[in-house]
């Protein structure tokens, strides 16, 4: 991207047009403006007086600042629709990565261990090992790309306001406290005697594992964006 143009960037972003769009309109403003620093030279003028005047024929700052944020087609979701992009999608996201470590949980259980109550504390091996580590993987790291995925949205956007911590910490305290039984006795219903909870168990030992649990995930997920905030105090200061 030519130089001329991190500031007008820089605003864009801040002001809430998506990154793709504030991409092509800098792309596009760049092949304009080497379009009339040519036709400047062609007049005579030497490089840094055709380059000068190709950007005063351009436009100022603020009309080409304006021309994007008037327009609300060109705002980002996660600024036009912030609870619900920070709200609902860490849920829906969640909800979507839940949904297939369960299914890998409820087809092992069904195929490779047929004759047991529960798949857990079940010591596998081979292929069911495999099969089952997948699932876990896919729970237990969910909620952190989940977490990194608002922090980089966040960073990408420039965004000064409160939606992005209340979507970690709405992702941290979901996670940290779902809990997923599986039991063909201690559970006679739900999906294949599979079910999901929230906050179970009111001993002091689950309600510690809980909060703990949230914490980890919080403390992994909220660390990146309270250094992009310290790095982007620091820039705003030098």
Not at 21 to 32: M, N, P, Q, S, T
Not at 80 to 98: N, V
Request: aromatic share 10%; with cysteine.
């Amino acid at each position: 991207m030519a130089k001329p143009f991190d500031e007008l960037q820089e605003r864009l972003l801040q002001a809430g047009v998506a990154p793709r769009h504030v991409k092509r309109y800098i792309a596009e403003l760049a092949d304009h403006l080497a379009d009339l620093t040519a036709e400047e030279k062609r007049a005579g003028r030497s490089r840094e007086e055709a380059e000068s005047s190709a950007l005063a024929r351009l436009g100022s700052m603020e009309d080409l600042v304006n021309a994007m944020t008037g327009q609300r087609q060109f705002k980002a979701w996660c600024v036009r629709a912030p609870w619900a992009f920070f709200g609902l999608g860490p849920l829906l996201y969640l909800a979507g990565a839940w949904m297939a470590a369960i299914f890998i949980l409820w087809s092992g259980w069904r195929i490779l261990l047929p004759g047991v109550d529960t798949p857990f504390g079940v010591r596998e091996f081979g292929l069911a090992s495999l099969y089952f580590q997948l699932g876990r993987a896919i729970y237990f790291t969910a909620p952190l790309f989940v977490g990194w995925g608002i922090v980089l949205i966040a960073a990408r956007q420039r965004l000064r306001a409160l939606w992005p911590p209340v979507g970690l910490l709405l992702n941290a305290w979901v996670s940290g406290t779902a809990h997923i039984h599986a039991s063909r006795t201690g559970v006679p219903g739900g999906l294949g005697h599979i079910s999901l909870s929230f906050a179970s168990g009111t001993s002091p030992r689950d309600v510690t594992g809980s909060l703990v649990h949230v914490l980890v995930i919080l403390t992994l997920t909220a660390l990146p964006y309270f250094l992009w905030k310290v790095q982007q105090a620091h820039a705003v200061s030098d």
